[in-house]
């Protein structure tokens, strides 16, 4: 690859995992800045040295050189680029990330330098040269008092010089300390910088811990009954694969050993007696080209069954009816299918520009949440069916300068917990969709993911993280004793305003203007309907100043959700 012209082959389909691609309006936007970040590195040039002097004979050796660095300095600078371009995107800021780097430093043995520097062989988190490089590069560009990066065109240059005097000797150059005093002085400075923050944020939840131990990770619980939880587990001695908890133990049973995608999004039957997941296979001809199918695990036998062939879906979830739903990838974007009896997946939207994340209907059937990211907004919305007729995807609620991440309903349909963050780590909330009010269930150090209620609605169990793992914890399930989320954290839908252009299929919307004070979704009719509806907007009820500077900072793309039709 080169930087001019900047070329690279990139796949359309996103990699499932919120620590990336959460706050970004699309997978592109936030791989392909980071890439062009290593293009440009790999091209300096410093001119008279070592490296200058091949690239006389071979302009590939010398890029060869200035990627000799440690990975942590070549996808340090990258994750500070990627973390610049949209509010809260990137690395650096979204909590899912961030929860890794401050659970290290407030661990007993505190990241060094070097260890952010270097990508782990044996130990989690396997991405700690993106998240710890990333705050290492941050930190030096902060203490640096001349421009914002001049520290790193002195140590990348010096090291294209004289790459045999090794890479510690360009780095003492290009910040003026000793390695071995900036990782004291490093260290130092960002331990005391996690504790101040950890103090102010306390009390913490303490919950029931289940079962976990380091390098354990516990992913995606559900409730097969008051006592037995099913999650996919892994860990430094443990398969990955689906195991069988007993709550009051921590006994784990081996199910089926299994990898699964990386956003973990597993889903049981209506009737709990299956599990539906989402696994990467292998292509026939091309080895290194996986396809997501979606697959079915028999709770009872062991036995999967692959029940998509060609489908490149995954977050599957049995429809109301007794059919499996799954989220097609279409590019960059996703849509909401319907599987077929030959394996396929049949689209029943035809979405414009957005992520469809999750699709969850409620236990009677009368509701069906859906997780969109919509232009780098991940918010909630429902599958409603006005008047008998085909249903349309209305804005139900946001977290007003944060996201959703994942959901559940409660056993009667009533409460919808989910995992979201406000300006802090994720933590699990819940709506109550009777009364229409949110509350805050956990407060947690570092983050808790994937809540799921008891099947007598008297448990919550959840992943909580802490360094190198994610625990296996409960809570009691008290929504009434949660703290209420103000106005001013919540985005609702407004009053209709107006009425919206329908748009047909794959076609765009016209920008809003970046001073719009709200973010505006409008549902449409049937896609190739001419019909024209009202617009539904996200408003935002109360001012916040890290809300106010993003809609000032970013324009936003207005986007048309077209009417779904769920199959009868």
């Not at 010398?62 to 990258?78: D, K």
């Not at 062939?309 to 974007?333: F, K, M, Q, T």
């Not at 949440?369 to 006005?386: C, F, M, S, T």
Request: glycine share 10%; aromatic share 8%.
């Amino acid at each position: 690859m080169s930087p001019l012209p900047f070329r690279q082959e990139i796949e359309a389909a996103s990699i499932k995992t919120d620590a990336l691609t959460t706050y970004f309006p699309s997978w592109p936007a936030a791989v392909a800045p980071h890439e062009l970040v290593h293009a440009a590195h790999a091209d300096i040039n410093a001119g008279v040295g070592l490296g200058g002097l091949v690239r006389l004979f071979g302009p590939d050796w010398s890029r060869v050189i200035n990627l000799t660095a440690p990975r942590g300095l070549i996808e340090g600078v990258a994750v500070y680029r990627e973390s610049q371009l949209y509010p809260r995107a990137g690395r650096l800021h979204v909590p899912v990330a961030t929860m890794k780097y401050r659970a290290a430093m407030l661990s007993d043995e505190p990241w060094s330098l070097a260890q952010m520097m270097e990508a782990p062989a044996y130990t989690r988190p396997f991405d700690r040269h993106y998240v710890g490089g990333g705050q290492a590069f941050a930190y030096l560009q902060a203490r640096d008092s001349s421009s914002a990066t001049s520290f790193f065109h002195r140590t990348t240059r010096f090291h294209h010089r004289f790459p045999l005097l090794g890479f510690g000797a360009g780095l003492w150059y290009g910040t003026g300390t000793p390695p071995w005093r900036l990782n004291d002085q490093l260290r130092a400075d960002l331990v005391a910088q996690a504790r101040s923050r950890q103090d102010a944020r306390r009390p913490f939840t303490s919950p029931t811990l289940i079962d976990g131990a380091v390098g354990l990770e516990y992913r995606r619980p559900h409730w097969i009954d008051d006592s037995t939880l099913v999650v996919h587990a892994e860990g430094y001695n443990v398969r990955p694969g689906f195991y069988a908890v007993d709550v009051r133990t921590g006994h784990r049973t081996l199910l089926r050993a299994q990898r699964i995608t990386e956003d973990y999004v597993t889903t049981l039957s209506r009737d709990t007696s299956a599990l539906y997941f989402a696994r990467y296979v292998p292509d026939m001809l091309v080895p290194e080209a996986l396809k997501a199918e979606v697959h079915r695990l028999n709770l009872d036998t062991g036995s999967v069954e692959q029940i998509t062939s060609g489908g490149r879906a995954h977050a599957p979830v049995e429809s109301p009816a007794g059919r499996v739903w799954a989220l097609p990838n279409d590019g960059a974007y996703t849509q909401w299918g319907v599987v077929q009896p030959d394996g396929t997946v049949r689209p029943i939207t035809a979405l414009s520009g957005v992520r469809i994340e999750q699709v969850m209907p409620s236990p009677n059937g009368r509701t069906v949440a859906v997780l969109i990211n919509d232009g780098g907004a991940q918010r909630l919305y429902r599958a409603a069916r006005p008047d008998g007729g085909r249903p349309r995807l209305v804005p139900w609620l946001g977290l007003n300068g944060g996201a959703i991440y994942d959901m559940t309903w409660g056993p009667e349909g009533r409460y919808l917990v989910f995992a979201g963050d406000i300006d802090s780590p994720a933590n699990i909330y819940v709506l109550d969709a009777k009364q229409d009010r949110v509350r805050q269930l956990t407060n947690v150090a570092f983050g808790a993911l994937e809540p799921t209620v008891s099947p007598d609605g008297t448990q919550l169990a959840f992943a909580r993280y802490r360094h190198e793992r994610f625990d296996l914890v409960r809570i009691p399930f008290q929504p009434e004793r949660g703290e209420p989320l103000s106005e001013a954290d919540l985005l609702r839908p407004g009053e209709r305003a107006g009425v919206e252009r329908p748009l047909t299929a794959g076609q765009g919307a016209a920008a809003e203007p970046c001073a719009r004070a709200h973010h505006a979704v409008s549902p449409q009719s049937a896609v190739g309907s001419s019909a024209r509806v009202p617009d539904v907007r996200l408003r935002r009820r109360g001012r916040r100043g890290p809300a106010r500077a993003e809609s000032g900072r970013r324009c936003r793309q207005r986007r048309s959700l077209a009417a779904v039709g769920l199959p009868r």
